[in-house]
């Protein structure tokens, strides 16, 4: 999802309480969450599940903790200071054209070359 959804032919930015508990609740039930460099940088993305009662249902449902996160980044400018990279939780999948290797993260991260 690129942050808008569309019924019948309208769309309009997803922000209500509704659609929060809706992306929470698919957060809880997928294997991956798959973000773009620049929703990235401008939401400057920490833990996908904070709510350690959500982690745990996942858990009970067979999922890790945290799910995979996905980061798609064409030159690997990604802000490396934020709490997806240095809060130590889950996985992080970095699909990139850049030969850069990413500075060492408290939270492990694997580099997928395109």
Do not use: Q
Request: charged share 25%.
């Amino acid at each position: 999802m690129d942050g808008h959804g569309s019924i019948e032919g309208s769309s309009g930015a997803i922000g209500s309480d509704t659609d929060t508990a809706m992306l929470i609740g698919l957060r809880c039930t997928a294997e991956a969450l798959m973000v773009g460099a620049g929703t990235l940088r401008a939401e400057r993305y920490g833990r996908a599940v904070r709510d350690p009662d959500k982690r745990a249902l996942r858990e009970e449902r067979g999922l890790p903790a945290d799910p995979l996160t996905i980061v798609v980044s064409g030159r690997m400018e990604l802000p490396w200071d934020i709490g997806l990279f240095t809060d130590g939780a889950g996985e992080v999948l970095i699909l990139t054209a850049s030969e850069d290797e990413p500075p060492e993260t408290a939270t492990p991260v694997r580099i997928a070359r395109l």
